[in-house]
């Protein structure tokens, strides 16, 4: 990329950031730290036994939901309302091309995603070790990362909120069952169990991210990490590319 394409990516990357900060994401973290600590203690009150792990898992499967509805929400509203704004046109019309629009985009929305896994982090550190509350963190972030990607992809593709919101939460909650799906298609037909593991084969395995039993047992390690920077790696880079030649067909 050249020069003036760098200045436009890091443009388009900072007034993403500031779109969110102006808007109400800041008020939304804040609600979302306070949801989480006010559950834990409420959680905590009522447990009769294990109260940690209790805590734990219920506050790991709500931040994690929360985090990528939250992430998937205003990625698609953003590009959508670019769009019909007319802003992108303007902005692709620029010489840097239109590479540099759309990873300028991506790396806004990886930043968004950093700042809200944060509350997710904070959280972590009080129910787990600082390694095994970091590596869950990751997790966290990995999966935003590949939720705000494929967000990007289905509003650019459809053009319109709702059908790319219904497909990116469809996306996301396909991909953290896909291993329920295996393990229920094990004994069915062939038909199911090659439906399944075309499936789990297909899309991230987001059920092995950010697991709870790392918080409550403390079995996470570098062979985790190593496995969700890598699957992440790759569905960003499949998705970037696929947004990419998406974008560059099109008429504006």
Do not use: N
């Amino acid at each position: 990329m050249t020069a003036a394409a760098w200045r436009i990516g890091r443009a388009v990357a900072a007034d993403t950031v500031r779109e969110a900060l102006r808007g109400r994401l800041p008020w939304l973290l804040a609600a979302l730290l306070l949801a989480g600590a006010g559950l834990s203690g409420f959680i905590g009150a009522l447990a009769l036994t294990d109260t940690r792990a209790t805590q734990a898992a219920l506050l790991a499967a709500l931040l994690r939901c929360a985090g990528a509805a939250t992430v998937a929400v205003f990625t698609v509203a953003s590009v959508v309302r670019e769009r019909h704004d007319k802003q992108a046109e303007m902005l692709l019309a620029l010489p840097a091309g239109r590479a540099a629009w759309l990873l300028g985009r991506l790396a806004g929305f990886a930043l968004l995603a950093g700042l809200v896994a944060l509350p997710a982090a904070l959280l972590a550190l009080g129910h787990a070790a600082p390694a095994q509350a970091g590596l869950w963190a990751l997790g966290v972030l990995c999966e935003l990362w590949i939720v705000a990607a494929f967000a990007l992809f289905c509003a650019l593709g459809l053009g319109h909120a709702a059908p790319a919101l219904c497909v990116t939460l469809g996306f996301y909650l396909l991909a953290r069952v896909a291993g329920i799906l295996q393990a229920l298609a094990h004994d069915a037909t062939s038909l199911a169990r090659a439906a399944a593991d075309g499936i789990a084969f297909l899309l991230p395995r987001l059920d092995t991210f950010a697991r709870a039993e790392w918080l409550l047992y403390d079995t996470g390690g570098a062979a985790d990490a190593a496995a969700m920077l890598g699957q992440t790696a790759i569905y960003l880079a499949l998705l970037a590319a696929a947004s990419l030649v998406d974008l560059q067909r099109r008429e504006f």
